[in-house]
């Protein structure tokens, strides 16, 4: 753990990678799954909700951090550029396969704790995607000089690419659930028990394949991150920055949109077009914060953060992988924490758990005397971000920042 320094760093981009964590926080842990305002809950196949937004947000993110930090590897023996990347990339990826392990114990039918069975294991996940796309990422823009031309055809390499091995390797219909390519390649080399199984089969929504697109993306953020970087360098974050990000913006959007004609939006699949739609709006999402961060507060004579929710933010971004962490760790952990509930119907002891006991207790009640159990979900998943903003803002005032 140590205190960043200021050089390299760019406050804007920090709010923007922590607004993201934050919002990743909120949607992933509602009071009930059950009960979800529509911009909260996934898309459930084709199409884009609010919440289809927040993880290639994320990953555009690593990339506009990518920018900031490979300047310094530039000086360095290419050899400690490439240890720096294969042990952020292999730490982090099996960061995320601990936490699916977590907490490596599990109630069994006679009230003992036992050994959880790792022989289901989910292999890849959230994290793992962002491993595997950075550390491909930061490869590429290494290996390709890091131009900013040659990345965005590399982009646009691996997005095409993408797109014509639906076609010619999927079935009738390439890109559903059992017709998708990448879902026979990930039950032929991970197996069937080490994939996800929320669509009723086994699927992986950061699948392999899938994960090719995602490389782009976190490429588009560091092209993105890139030319925000070359502009505070020539003291030049100003109008005409952001005038040419909004011309890429509206670029990339209305590719997008021809694109999903033939090859729809999917978040599950992370279809080409998707990636293009969300880099879009990430685009547009920067370039209100820079104007908001940056820009605005020299005009008015204000402070470089003057909002709180951008100082909010602040505090997730700095620390975004470990809040984000935390975020999953927590929750596995008080499960552990049970008492009685009552008897079933066989008679069998009924057990709850704090986290459920919280939404029950306190909770569903507002969102029943509202008249919307939505209502109260979402009061729950605030009231649990506004926790973990509390554990952020601890660690930034402490001047402790957790680097993978």
Same mark, same amino acid.
């Given at each position: 753990?140590?205190?960043?320094?200021?050089?390299?760093?760019?406050?804007?981009?920090?709010?923007?990678?922590?607004?993201?964590?934050?919002?990743? !926080?909120?949607?992933?842990?509602?009071?009930?799954?059950?009960?979800?305002?529509?911009?909260?809950?996934?898309?459930?196949?084709?199409?884009?909700?609010?919440?289809?937004?927040?993880?290639?947000?994320?990953?555009?993110?690593?990339?506009?951090?990518?920018?900031?930090?490979?300047?310094?590897?530039?000086?360095?023996?290419?050899?400690?550029?490439?240890?720096?990347?294969?042990?952020?990339?292999?730490?982090?990826?099996? !960061?995320?396969?601990?936490?699916?392990?977590?907490?490596?114990?599990?109630?069994?039918?006679?009230?003992?704790?036992?050994?959880?069975?790792?022989?289901?294991?989910?292999?890849?996940?959230?994290?793992?995607?962002?491993?595997?796309?950075?550390?491909?990422?930061?490869?590429?823009?290494?290996?390709?000089?890091?131009?900013?031309?040659?990345?965005?055809?590399?982009?646009?390499?691996?997005?095409?690419?993408?797109?014509?091995? =639906?076609?010619?390797?999927?079935?009738?219909?390439?890109?559903?659930?059992?017709?998708?390519?990448?879902?026979?390649?990930?039950?032929?080399?991970?197996?069937?028990?080490?994939?996800?199984?929320?669509?009723?089969?086994?699927?992986?929504?950061?699948?392999?394949?899938?994960?090719?697109?995602? !490389?782009?993306?976190?490429?588009?953020?560091?092209?993105?991150?890139?030319?925000?970087?070359?502009?505070?360098?020539?003291?030049?974050?100003?109008?005409?920055?952001?005038?040419?990000? =909004?011309?890429?913006?509206?670029?990339?959007?209305?590719?997008?949109?021809?694109?999903?004609?033939?090859?729809?939006?999917?978040?599950?699949?992370?279809?080409?077009?998707?990636?293009?739609?969300?880099?879009?709006?990430?685009?547009?999402?920067?370039?209100?914060?820079?104007?908001?961060?940056?820009?605005?507060?020299?005009?008015?004579?204000?402070?470089?953060?003057?909002?709180?929710?951008?100082?909010? =933010?602040?505090?997730?971004?700095?620390?975004?992988?470990?809040?984000?962490?935390?975020?999953?760790?927590?929750?596995?952990?008080?499960?552990?924490?049970?008492?009685?509930?009552?008897?079933?119907?066989?008679?069998?002891?009924?057990?709850?758990?704090?986290?459920?006991?919280?939404?029950?207790?306190?909770?569903?009640?507002?969102?029943?005397?509202?008249?919307?159990?939505?209502?109260?979900?979402?009061?729950?998943?605030?009231?649990?971000?506004?926790?973990?903003?509390?554990?952020?803002?601890?660690?930034?005032?402490?001047?402790?920042?957790?680097?993978?």
């Amino acid at each position: 753990m140590s205190a960043p320094g200021t050089a390299g760093r760019l406050r804007a981009l920090d709010v923007f990678r922590g607004a993201t964590v934050a919002l990743m !926080i909120l949607v992933n842990n509602p009071g009930s799954w059950s009960h979800l305002y529509p911009p909260l809950a996934h898309a459930p196949w084709h199409g884009m909700t609010p919440t289809d937004l927040v993880f290639p947000f994320f990953l555009f993110a690593v990339g506009n951090a990518l920018a900031l930090v490979l300047p310094a590897h530039a000086a360095a023996p290419a050899a400690a550029f490439w240890r720096h990347v294969a042990r952020r990339t292999v730490l982090v990826f099996a !960061i995320g396969v601990a936490l699916h392990a977590f907490p490596f114990v599990r109630w069994d039918a006679a009230g003992t704790l036992v050994a959880r069975d790792l022989e289901g294991l989910r292999i890849l996940g959230v994290l793992q995607r962002i491993a595997l796309a950075f550390g491909a990422a930061a490869a590429l823009v290494w290996l390709l000089g890091r131009s900013p031309r040659r990345v965005l055809a590399a982009a646009a390499v691996l997005l095409l690419g993408y797109w014509a091995a =639906c076609r010619l390797l999927g079935g009738a219909d390439p890109y559903s659930l059992e017709g998708y390519f990448g879902t026979a390649l990930d039950r032929a080399l991970l197996g069937p028990q080490h994939l996800y199984r929320g669509e009723g089969v086994p699927f992986d929504p950061e699948g392999l394949a899938s994960t090719v697109p995602a !490389i782009a993306q976190v490429l588009l953020g560091w092209w993105a991150g890139e030319v925000v970087r070359r502009a505070r360098d020539a003291g030049a974050i100003d109008a005409e920055l952001l005038s040419r990000l =909004c011309l890429a913006a509206i670029a990339f959007g209305l590719l997008a949109w021809l694109w999903q004609l033939e090859f729809p939006l999917n978040k599950k699949i992370w279809s080409s077009s998707y990636v293009l739609a969300t880099t879009s709006l990430a685009l547009l999402a920067l370039v209100a914060v820079l104007h908001l961060v940056e820009i605005r507060p020299r005009r008015g004579g204000g402070a470089p953060v003057p909002a709180a929710w951008a100082r909010g =933010c602040e505090w997730f971004g700095r620390n975004a992988l470990f809040v984000f962490v935390l975020s999953g760790l927590v929750p596995r952990a008080l499960a552990l924490l049970r008492w009685s509930d009552g008897t079933g119907p066989a008679g069998e002891p009924r057990w709850i758990t704090p986290l459920p006991w919280l939404w029950r207790t306190l909770f569903e009640p507002l969102g029943a005397a509202a008249g919307d159990p939505r209502l109260g979900s979402l009061v729950f998943a605030l009231a649990n971000l506004a926790v973990y903003a509390l554990v952020a803002r601890e660690l930034d005032r402490r001047r402790i920042y957790v680097r993978v």
